[in-house]
């Protein structure tokens, strides 16, 4: 027993509707393939309508990924760590243990084209990040000077909620 109180001290979320409509094209890209599968006839010209198919459909389940996945993203913080879950699946997920962290910053405009686009980013003077939409969020400085930042609705919230542990478990 670690004489914490259980359940999360903190949680928030983003999210980015603008994501619903590259849903949308990837849902259509699907159901082009799987139209082009059923209502052709694969009589002749075989290997090209099955690489139109195989296209469309892999086009179209990478773009429901890449953007169900990056819909919106939930935030909790709780006694241990930082836990960041995208999409309907929660995936990729993302945990930051807060013996890790040597300080918390927050970030009132954070965009995509800082980071090279919405999702999961790298950046190698930046560290990485989850972008779901343009605004406010947080950056984590870790004790090995990488950085991580998610966007994070009520993200000044959530870095008194990590100062308050840092001040009180670094005494």
Known sequence: ????????????????????LLALAGAASLAL???LAVASSWGAGTVALLMAVVGC??????????????VY?????????L????????LPRRTVR?????RAEYLPHITPQQWGGWGHRWRPQKGTAVIVRR?????????????????????????????THLRTHTR
């Open 135 to 163: 605004g406010e969020g947080l950056a984590l400085h870790l004790g090995d000077g990488r950085l991580f930042t998610v966007t994070v609705d009520d993200a000044e919230n959530a870095v008194r909620v990590i100062d």
């Open 98 to 102: 807060l013996a890790e962290v040597t």
């Open 1 to 20: 027993m670690t004489g914490h109180p259980p359940g999360p001290l903190w949680t928030g979320r983003a999210s980015n509707r603008a994501q619903w």
């Open 73 to 81: 993203v939930a935030v909790t913080i709780d006694a241990e760590a």
């Open 33 to 35: 393939g799987i139209q």
């Open 83 to 90: 836990e960041v879950r995208c999409g309907h699946i929660g």
């Open 57 to 70: 459909i892999a086009v179209g389940l990478l773009i429901l990924y890449g953007t169900l996945a990056f």
